[in-house]
């Protein structure tokens, strides 16, 4: 089966600092999807990042890159430039043939002015 | 244009009774797929419905039901209702079936509190 293992609980950084906030996976599909999600206190889920196994070349969205590291099976996620509203609860997940979303326990991601 | 839609945001129960969570998806988007969210288990999958079919199912007893309409709103009903159902429930919503090659939206989900 499937896992997604987030070992940092909670994390914090300065404000316009960068965090880069780890993630591990097990699997032994050869096609899937990672992710990163986000979600504030609205608690609403928010996209943050995908990255197609297949790829090598690591995602990017303005501030946020991944370091996908697919022998190691280690999908990290980089926030630079931390913004306030970047505080969040951030989730990693996966997906596969199942066409379910795995998701690790989270890490909780506090910005310090 | 909407997003997902979740109704009620938040329902207080009893031990027993039953509840049913509605699940409007992104107009256009065909499949719908539920997660139970809570402190000691974290996400997990419930099931995912698509052209009014149960497509994929997760882990969850029998008391966990769900359906889906010609329209594509959805709603899951939790029967006789247990204090380990207390959770977040969140809907997802995906153009086609599966998430492998599409996104996955998210509604803000529904809190229900069993006491």
């Known amino acids: 089966a499937q896992t997604v293992t987030q070992s940092q609980p909670e994390m914090s950084v300065q404000e316009a600092e960068t965090v880069t906030l780890s993630c591990t996976y097990d699997?032994?599909?050869?096609?899937?999807?990672l992710f990163w999600y986000k979600q504030p206190p609205s608690r609403q889920m928010i996209l943050v990042i995908r990255?197609?196994?297949?790829?090598?070349q690591n995602a990017t969205e303005n501030r946020f890159s991944v370091n996908f590291q697919k022998a190691a099976k280690s999908f990290s996620l980089k926030i630079s430039d931390s913004q306030l509203g970047d505080a969040a609860m951030y989730f990693c997940a996966y997906t596969g043939d199942h066409d379910k979303i795995i998701f690790g326990k989270g890490t909780r991601l506090h910005i310090l002015p | 244009k909407a997003g997902v839609t979740q109704t009620p945001r938040y329902l207080i129960k009893t031990r027993g009774q039953q509840v049913t969570l509605s699940c409007s998806p992104i107009?256009?988007?065909?499949?719908v797929s539920w997660y139970q969210q809570t402190p000691g288990q974290g996400l997990q999958f419930l099931f995912e419905?698509?052209?009014?079919?149960?497509?994929n199912k997760g882990n969850f007893p029998g008391r966990f039901s769900g359906r889906q309409f010609s329209n594509s709103r959805s709603e899951m009903n939790v029967s006789t209702l247990e204090l380990g159902d207390s959770a977040l429930y969140l809907c997802a919503s995906t153009r086609n079936a599966g998430i492998m090659n599409t996104e996955a939206f998210f509604g803000q989900g529904t809190r229900l509190t069993v006491v």
């Open positions: 107009s256009g988007h065909r499949s």
């Open positions: 419905y698509f052209s009014e079919t149960q497509r």
């Open positions: 990255q197609e196994a297949y790829k090598q």
């Open positions: 699997t032994s599909e050869s096609d899937y999807y």
